[in-house]
């Protein structure tokens, strides 16, 4: 495999857990940080937004790991898919637990 195949991978996985929070947030109404708040990730957004925000995320991390070569089967880049999403899981819930008071 090609290094370029693990770095796809890596950061679709870190775009399908940015998805996660903006997209639940956004189903359900409640308003949360965007990178187009006012000041960015700080500002609360609209939930359409957030919605608008996840599905973009969702695209942009599903193209990664189809370019990426993406597959179960494939241990070595589901591992790394799976890194990158803890990542950003573990530094989501830090950023967002101390801008929510959580």
């Known amino acids: 495999m090609a290094w370029y195949q693990y770095v796809l991978c890596f950061f679709g996985g ?3 857990a ?13 308003k949360f940080p ?12 609209p939930a359409t937004l ?7 995320n969702l695209v942009v991390g599903f ?7 993406f597959s179960v089967l494939v241990w070595p880049l589901l591992v ?5 999403f803890a990542l950003m899981a573990f ?3 830090r950023m967002f637990s101390q801008r929510l008071g959580g």
């Open 14 to 16: 870190a775009s399908m």
């Open 50 to 56: 957030n919605v608008l925000w996840a599905l973009v």
């Open 91 to 93: 530094m989501l819930s």
């Open 63 to 69: 193209l990664l790991l189809q370019y990426g070569g």
């Open 80 to 84: 790394t898919t799976f890194a990158g």
């Open 18 to 30: 940015n998805f996660v929070p903006h997209f639940v947030r956004g189903i359900t109404g409640t």
């Open 34 to 45: 965007t990178p187009f708040a006012k000041p960015p990730g700080r500002g609360m957004s």
